[in-house]
């Protein structure tokens, strides 16, 4: 190989180089920018951060339903107890530091991304959310389902609750 054809290459590749080092930079600058135009869009979360999930109640479900029936496992004496809770208050956890809030009650419901709704007032998919805290403090926020294992259960050393049942209003 001739010195002038040796160094035609390194040319050649010092080129490329500083080429490819040129698009590496800009097209860092374009993410930067994207990422920063996404965090600036109203009702949008910053990439990389979680959506806030929203509870949607329709009309046709709003005010239908008066309580669901949870089902407390002492897992210690074995005993069982089912409480009736009203859609919207607490239940305090007899024999425990344990409060039970039912925050929403879905009777047939249905996710889409962030959105939490009901697609009718027929109970084919019952879920109550729940908020359970312990000596004040949270431990657990997510769903309770009637007819399907949720894949969050609430998970306790001593008590297992679940949803058992669901009255509607005005009965």
């Not at 035609?8 to 990422?35: H, N, P």
């Not at 929203?54 to 496992?73: M, T």
């Not at 069982?80 to 009203?86: N, Y």
Request: hydrophobic letters at 40%; aromatic letters at 8%.
């Amino acid at each position: 190989m001739s010195a002038f054809s040796y160094g035609g290459s390194v040319k050649r590749v010092g080129g490329l180089l500083t080429v490819a080092l040129i698009a590496a930079v800009a097209f860092s600058g374009c993410k930067k920018e994207e990422q920063k135009s996404a965090e600036m869009m109203p009702g949008h979360p910053p990439i990389g951060a979680k959506a806030e999930t929203v509870v949607l109640v329709p009309d046709a479900v709003k005010g239908k339903w008066r309580s669901v029936k949870l089902a407390v496992l002492d897992k210690t004496s074995g005993k069982k107890a089912e409480h009736d809770v009203a859609v919207g208050s607490r239940l305090a956890v007899p024999g425990s530091d344990l409060v039970v809030e039912v925050l929403y009650f879905l009777p047939d419901f249905t996710m889409d991304g962030n959105i939490r709704t009901s697609k009718s007032n027929e109970p084919n998919n019952p879920a109550a959310q729940v908020r359970i805290t312990e000596g004040g403090k949270e431990i657990y926020k997510n769903w309770f389902f009637a007819k399907l294992k949720s894949p969050h259960v609430f998970q306790h050393e001593k008590f297992d609750i679940t949803l058992v049942g669901y009255t509607p209003a005005g009965k």
